[in-house]
Nanobody, 122 residues
């Protein structure tokens, strides 16, 4: 599975961005997808995950109400809509996939894409 994350950029606080995670070499239909982020000097943390069927989603507490994860299996792509962005959301965002992770934790995911930088200015 090859994953390509895109959509990052520079945005002012309060703004929005939509990240995309496109897959190749495997259909995403039956894979859970997770978004993770890592800020300089900090550990990687889970942002949001969506189950293979899309019926189950998870959000870290600080993202609830601001971020929304969705998937378009026809396009083999998962999206992370981020709104009301804060400077503390600045990080490299990664998408990852796996067959049946039990939790939205990075160690549960074995397939990773390269990151996309999100910078939120105050």
């Amino acid at each position: 599975v090859q994953l390509q994350a895109s959509g990052g950029g520079l945005v002012q606080a309060g703004g929005s961005l939509r990240l995309s995670c496109a897959a190749s070499g495997w259909t995403l239909d039956y894979l859970a997808i997770g978004w993770f982020r890592q800020a300089p000097g900090k550990e990687r943390e889970g942002v949001s995950c969506i189950s293979g069927g899309g019926g189950s989603t998870y959000y870290a507490d600080s993202m609830k109400g601001r971020f929304s994860i969705s998937r378009d299996n026809a396009k083999n792509t998962v999206y992370l809509q981020m709104s009301s962005l804060k400077p503390e959301d600045t990080a490299v965002y990664y998408c990852a996939a796996d067959h049946d992770p039990e939790t939205c934790s990075d160690y549960e995911f074995h397939y990773w894409g390269q990151g996309t930088q999100v910078t939120v200015s105050s």
